[in-house]
T-cell receptor, first 110, second 114 residues
Framework: KNEVEQSPQNLTAQEGEFITINCSYSVGISALHWLQQHPGGGIVSLFMLSSGKKKHGRLIATINIQEKHSSLHITASHPRDSAVYICAVTSGGGADGLTFGKGTHLIIQP | NAGVTQTPKFQVLKTGQSMTLQCAQDMNHNSMYWYRQDPGMGLRLIYYSASEGTTDKGEVPNGYNVSRLNKREFSLRLESAAPSQTSVYFC?????????????FGSGTRLTVV
């Protein structure tokens, strides 16, 4: 079973700061997902990546397959970025779903 | 485009009562999933269905049953609710059992068992 660890668990920053959230996993994967969950809200898929880097607006996700590590970066952070960010992985070989990290609770203060 | 629709959004049950959580997707996805989310823990897989007519147990299946009614619908049933089943439940779907496709989640069902 893949173990997915995220750091930090909680992060408070000021508006405009550059944010980095880290994710590591224990077993080889076929894809890694970054998800966003607002308080009391549903879960939205931000990125799915199996190599390299992806960018969407102010969000950037990178993955290093050899090191079993991924990072999610937020540039020019804004209070509306406040949410829980969840890393999840799929190990391939079938539709057996995602294995999730426990999430990083991000608060951006104005 | 509705995506993944879950009903109900909120439910309070008494211990021993039964209920069914409904999930439907309109994206023609093959695979569907039920997860539960508890404080301090990551989401955990209850059951999944790789395709119409098939279901399989996930990490925490005890106390639950599922039905893949057709390609669109995947329901989760609690036959005799217990306080330990108090949780937020999410349904999700993906295109197929190919990991190159992303996942779409429903908005969740907040269930309290008293």
């Amino acid at each position: 079973k893949n173990e997915v660890e995220q750091s930090p668990q909680n992060l408070t920053a000021q508006e405009g700061e550059f944010i980095t959230i880290n994710c590591s996993y224990s077993v080889g994967i076929s894809a890694l997902h970054w998800l966003q969950q607002h308080p009391g809200g549903g879960i939205v898929s931000l990125f799915m990546l199996s190599s390299g880097k992806k960018k969407h607006g102010r969000l950037i996700a990178t993955i290093n397959i050899q090191e079993k590590h991924s990072s999610l970066h937020i540039t020019a952070s804004h209070p509306r970025d406040s949410a829980v960010y969840i890393c999840a992985v799929t190990s391939g070989g079938g539709a057996d779903g995602l294995t999730f990290g426990k999430g990083t609770h991000l608060i951006i203060q104005p | 485009n509705a995506g993944v629709t879950q009903t109900p959004k909120f439910q309070v049950l008494k211990t021993g009562q039964s209920m069914t959580l409904q999930c439907a997707q309109d994206m023609n996805h093959n695979s569907m999933y039920w997860y539960r989310q508890d404080p301090g823990m990551g989401l955990r897989l209850i059951y999944y269905s790789a395709s119409e007519g098939t279901t399989d147990k996930g990490e925490v299946p005890n106390g639950y049953n599922v039905s893949r009614l057709n390609k669109r619908e995947f329901s989760l049933r609690l036959e005799s609710a217990a306080p330990s089943q108090t949780s937020v439940y999410f349904c999700a779907s993906s295109m197929r059992d190919n990991d190159n496709y992303g996942y779409t989640f429903g908005s969740g069902t907040r269930l309290t068992v008293v």
